[in-house]
């Protein structure tokens, strides 16, 4: 009736307004609790999936700096770090590697992963571009787990890198880099075919 479809209207309407809402003042607390040089650790969210945790935090760097998240793999199906604009917003990840997941982050001899937030690609496979952003939202998230390895970072000027990595990191060179963008654009052209 018009009546029943004037209410349905209503209600998705304030829907609109409290999601915007509940989201703005999320992400502004994650900004004011931020400590540069921390992550917080993985954890459930009320609301969400049982068999996931995340780790939602913000990030920021100077132009001169790289962060440098490491933490031991976690015994889960499916793990990945990803790095999102300041409005929670998915950044480009067809055509720049904004994040990295299981199955195509490097782990290092000794277990552990180490990723490499920096402005411009340092060389190492690892590379979590941001895209020219100064700052966003950092998540990380494990699926279906049994660990909950909270991760360690190190915040240090780019020409001091190789000091946070372990000696044997390879090198990854910027054809290497292009194939590795190469296999996520024809990803995304599975998946929306029209790009």
Request: glycine share 6%.
């Amino acid at each position: 009736t018009p009546a029943r479809m004037a209410e349905l209207l209503d209600e998705a309407g304030l829907w609109t307004l409290q999601t915007a809402k509940f989201w703005q003042e999320w992400v502004d607390q994650l900004r004011r609790d931020h400590v540069k040089g921390r992550l917080v650790p993985p954890a459930a969210f009320v609301g969400g999936a049982r068999d996931i945790v995340y780790g939602n935090d913000w990030w920021s760097l100077d132009r001169d700096e790289v962060m440098v998240v490491e933490l031991e793999v976690p015994d889960a199906r499916y793990w990945q770090l990803q790095l999102c604009d300041v409005w929670f917003r998915t950044m480009d990840w067809a055509t720049h590697q904004t994040g990295l997941n299981h199955a195509q982050a490097r782990v290092d001899d000794d277990g552990r992963v180490r990723f490499v937030i920096a402005h411009r690609d340092p060389g190492v496979q690892n590379w979590i571009d941001t895209c020219g952003h100064p700052e966003g939202m950092i998540q990380y998230r494990y699926i279906w787990t049994k660990t909950r390895p909270a991760p360690s970072v190190t915040i240090l000027p780019l020409d001091r890198l190789r000091e946070a990595l372990p000696q044997n990191t390879p090198e990854f060179s910027a054809d290497e880099r292009r194939r590795a963008l190469a296999i996520r654009h024809r990803h995304l052209q599975r998946r929306e075919p029209v790009t």
